[in-house]
């Protein structure tokens, strides 16, 4: 990390391939998230709740999601997509890009990636409208995570000025336009 804060990974070759490949399996990750959702469900809210709640009158009666499988999903999404956006995000902060943009993409992504996964816990347990909110967070969550991925590839592909290090030129009260007090 040390070659990123100094401003030093704008020179070396190496990280910023090692960066760009990341990068690159994110992206591919990205990109299965879509084949994944679209083998379950569809964008049309009824789906979801079909899937999650299940649907009796279906030929062999297609049973609601257990407790177990739903808890099973969401022990290793909570844990791997917090991972993922918290690095996603952290790498934001180098980018020349300004607090608001930082601020508001970071929110957004982290509170699409939770209610993405607690939307399937209210459509199943709470109420079958909460099927809007799965299909609003996953869409906000897919976007989201494309727009970082392409400003980070941008900025591996084309490096700037590291604004991480920039905020040594501000007054010492704030710190990329967050005042600590």
Do not use: C
Request: a positive charge.
């Amino acid at each position: 990390m040390r070659y990123v804060i100094s401003g030093e990974w704008n020179r070396n070759q190496l990280l910023r391939l090692i960066l760009f490949f990341f990068l690159v399996y994110m992206l591919l990750f990205w990109i299965t998230n879509w084949i994944l959702y679209f083998q379950k469900m569809s964008l049309d809210p009824n789906s979801v709740v079909t899937y999650f709640r299940g649907d009796p009158a279906a030929e062999f009666g297609q049973p609601p999601r257990p407790l177990g499988a739903i808890a099973e999903v969401s022990h290793f999404h909570l844990f791997a997509m917090g991972m993922l956006v918290m690095t996603l995000t952290h790498l934001l902060l180098f980018l020349p890009v300004s607090f608001r943009v930082k601020g508001s993409l970071t929110l957004i992504t982290f509170l699409a990636a939770l209610l993405n996964q607690g939307s399937n816990w209210l459509v199943r347990f709470v109420h079958p409208d909460f099927a809007w909110l799965k299909v609003l967070s996953f869409l906000t969550l897919q976007i989201a995570l494309f727009g970082l991925l392409i400003a980070l590839i941008a900025g591996v592909l084309r490096p700037r000025r590291n604004t991480y290090a920039d905020h040594d030129r501000r007054p010492h009260s704030t710190v990329n336009g967050w005042n600590p007090s």
